[in-house]
């Protein structure tokens, strides 16, 4: 599975719009773009998967462009309790026996 | 619907000394997975478990070995303990084939290793 890069830590404010971008520039045909978010002394838990153009969801949207080699998690309007660790990875859902490859995550840090 | 369980959440091992982890997975979901995360890294996969049998392993050494029951549960034994052992210990459960766009793994708590 492709290697994925994101920043290693951002900060914002209480209600902005926190855009976090993932690199993958060797993803293959059969794979999905997944975020997950854990918080401290938790598990990862998931929040979106998309394949291309844009997914969205109740928690966050994922924008994927055409050539796939990026993608960008969208979070609306983030509170201090979006603060966490969020993990880009690129997965392999069809494809039976596809381990998870975490990185070292992007740490959001939202203040009031 | 109970999430993943595991336990115990807390332990305290002497080096040298021999732990066995417990988990029980998200009803319905029949592949488990192991995780090991230090402070501050990302977790790092140890292996996968599909009908009882290892299906895929990481970069980890035979002293971490485990095992899945037929009610899909699992157990991590890890051997002759080192400090560098000391994480977090996550187990996540999946479907062996999911169906995109919202298939995901469903992690537990994990249980925090400590080795003295």
């Known amino acids: 599975l492709a290697k994925t890069t994101q920043p290693i830590s951002m900060d914002s404010y209480e209600g902005q719009e926190v855009n976090i971008t993932c690199s993958h520039n060797n993803i293959a045909t059969n794979d999905y773009i997944t975020w997950y978010q854990q918080f401290p002394s938790q598990g990862p838990r998931f929040i979106i998967q998309?394949?291309?153009t844009k997914v969205t969801n109740e928690v966050a949207s994922l924008f994927i462009p055409a050539d796939r080699k990026s993608s960008t998690l969208s979070l609306p309007r983030v509170s201090l309790s979006d603060t966490a660790v969020y993990y880009c990875?690129?997965?392999?859902?069809?494809?039976?026996?596809?381990?998870?490859?975490f990185g070292k995550g992007t740490t959001l840090s939202v203040s009031s | 619907d109970a999430g993943v369980t595991q336990s115990p959440t807390h332990l305290i091992k002497t080096r040298g000394q021999q732990v066995t982890l417990r988990c029980s997975p998200k009803?319905?979901?029949?592949?488990v997975s192991w995780y090991q995360q230090a402070l501050g890294q990302g977790p790092q996969f140890i292996f996968q478990?599909?009908?009882?049998?290892?299906?895929q392993r990481g970069n980890f050494p035979d002293r971490f070995s485990g095992h899945q029951f037929p009610n899909y549960s699992s157990e991590l034994n890890v051997n002759a303990l080192l400090l560098g052992d000391s994480a977090l210990y996550l187990c996540?459960?999946?479907?062996?084939?999911?169906?995109?766009?919202?298939?995901?793994?469903?992690f537990g708590s994990g249980t925090r290793l400590t080795v003295v």
């Open positions: 998309g394949y291309k």
């Open positions: 009803s319905g979901h029949d592949t």
């Open positions: 996540a459960s999946s479907l062996e084939v999911g169906t995109a766009p919202n298939y995901g793994y469903t």
């Open positions: 478990y599909y009908e009882e049998e290892e299906r």
């Open positions: 990875l690129v997965d392999r859902p069809n494809q039976a026996g596809t381990a998870l490859i």
